[in-house]
């Protein structure tokens, strides 16, 4: 005799795995809004803080609100439509769409309607990686640079990346492995840069002037197979 789940609830677990991707970018920005929305229980908030790994912190804050049920459920929904978590996380505009009556009712909703946002958002983001010239750059392709690069990586990140030092000192105390601490560092960058996040760009930016690293270390990013 289970109880089917709130339409609040299953609206988030509908996205859970891409809310995921996206929250990972900075984590604990997420947890500490979430925190003044008293969204998680004491118990929970020290829980979910103690996961050193992003992804994982950001899936044990979306586990914890589930089981608080759908008033949590629905206080995150809403805490993702705020300006703040929609300039530091860009790729959650999907988010102000987003209505527990889009799961309720979603049968009676005619495809056509379910299916304009998406298409929009696919021709949008077409046009933004056609306008610079390049694909945005992957995990894969952040994770294969963290590998190589250095005890510069403050310094890299300061002058190539514009990040504050307050952000690199989180992200030092949030990660302690060095390439875990850089690989943050660069997706932080992509999350910012939002469409400019470019592999081009990228190479361009770790190229230039005292901080310019080997070609043989960042030429990949340019380069088409």
Not at 85 to 112: A, I
Not at 113 to 125: F, I
């Amino acid at each position: 005799m289970s109880e089917k789940p709130a339409a609040e609830t299953q609206l988030l677990r509908s996205h859970k795995a891409k809310l995921i991707d996206i929250l990972s970018g900075d984590a604990n920005f997420v947890l500490q809004h979430a925190d003044s929305r008293c969204l998680l229980s004491c118990h929970g908030y020290q829980q979910v803080k103690a996961c050193r790994v992003p992804s994982e912190k950001v899936t044990e804050l979306l586990d914890h609100i589930i089981q608080r049920g759908p008033e949590a459920v629905q206080g995150l929904l809403e805490l993702l439509k705020e300006e703040a978590l929609q300039e530091t996380f860009p790729m959650l505009s999907f988010c102000k769409d987003l209505h527990v009556n889009s799961v309720s009712e979603g049968k009676k909703e005619t495809p056509r309607k379910r299916k304009s946002v998406p298409d929009v958002e696919v021709a949008v983001a077409s046009k933004q990686i056609n306008r610079y010239g390049s694909d945005l750059v992957t995990e894969k392709q952040l994770m294969t640079l963290a590998r190589t690069i250095g005890k510069s990586w403050r310094e890299i990140g300061r002058l190539a990346l514009d990040i504050s030092s307050v952000k690199l000192e989180q992200i030092e105390e949030d990660h302690s492995q060095h390439v875990e601490r850089v690989f943050a560092m660069l997706r932080h960058w992509r999350t910012r840069q939002r469409e400019k996040a470019t592999a081009a760009h990228l190479h361009s930016l770790l190229s230039q002037d005292d901080w310019a690293l080997p070609p043989e270390d960042i030429d990949f990013l340019v380069k088409t197979d």
